[in-house]
C-alpha cells in the first residue's frame, strides 16, 4: 500500500444534456396565400409553408380547420399543400386554411397560421344545346313578341348561368 498520504484517481464519464423543448416552431412569414382557378387538376401543388423549431425538432404540418369539403391536403414533413378534392368557386370562392405546425420534442409545442386560397372560376366549358339542331316552322303575319319555340343549353361549369340572347 501507498503510504505517502496523497491518494488520488480519475476516471472519464459522459454528460448527456437533454432538450427541454421550451423553444414553438416559427413559421417564416406571418400568414400564407394562393389563386387558384376552380379546375386546377387534383394532386397539383397550391402552395407551401415552411417553419422552423429553434430546438432543433422536426416539424410536422396539419391543416388544423377550414378545409371545408376537404378540398386540399398537406405534406405533413414538407409543408406542401394540394388540391385533392373538386372545388366550385360558385360555391366556395376563398378558403382560410389554418395550418398547424408542431414539433417532436417532449411535450411537444405548436404554432397557426392562415393559408388563404382563392378560387376564380375557369369558365372551361361551352354551352351545349339540346337537341344540338332544331328547325321551327313560323306562319307569316306573327305579330312580333309570339311565342315561336324553346330552346334549352347545358354548361359543364359548376357556376354555369346561360343567358340566352
Known amino acids: 500500500p501507498d503510504t505517502s498520504g496523497d491518494h488520488s484517481a480519475s476516471t472519464s464519464f459522459t454528460i448527456k444534456v437533454k432538450n427541454v423543448n421550451d423553444n414553438t416552431p416559427v413559421f417564416e412569414k406571418p400568414s400564407y396565400s394562393a389563386s387558384i382557378i376552380d379546375t386546377i387538376k387534383n394532386g397539383n401543388s397550391v402552395g407551401s409553408v415552411k417553419a422552423t ?11 388544423a380547420s377550414g378545409n371545408t369539403g376537404n378540398v386540399f391536403s398537406i405534406d405533413g414533413n414538407t409543408g406542401v399543400v394540394k388540391k385533392v378534392n373538386p ?16 414539433d ?35 306562319y307569316e303575319g306573327l305579330p312580333e313578341g309570339s311565342f315561336v ?14 343567358d340566352y340572347t
Open 87 to 102: 372545388i366550385c368557386a360558385g360555391s366556395v370562392n376563398e378558403y382560410m386554411l389554418v395550418i398547424k405546425a408542431t
Open 53 to 63: 423549431d429553434a430546438d432543433g425538432d422536426n416539424v410536422v404540418y396539419t391543416i
Open 104 to 138: 417532436s420534442g417532449l411535450n411537444p409545442r405548436s404554432a397557426q397560421v392562415i393559408f388563404t386560397i382563392a378560387v376564380t372560376a375557369d369558365n372551361a366549358f361551352t354551352p351545349i344545346f339540346t337537341p344540338n339542331s332544331k328547325t321551327t316552322t313560323v
Open 149 to 162: 319555340t324553346r330552346v334549352e343549353a347545358t354548361d359543364a361549369d359548376c357556376t354555369s348561368s346561360i
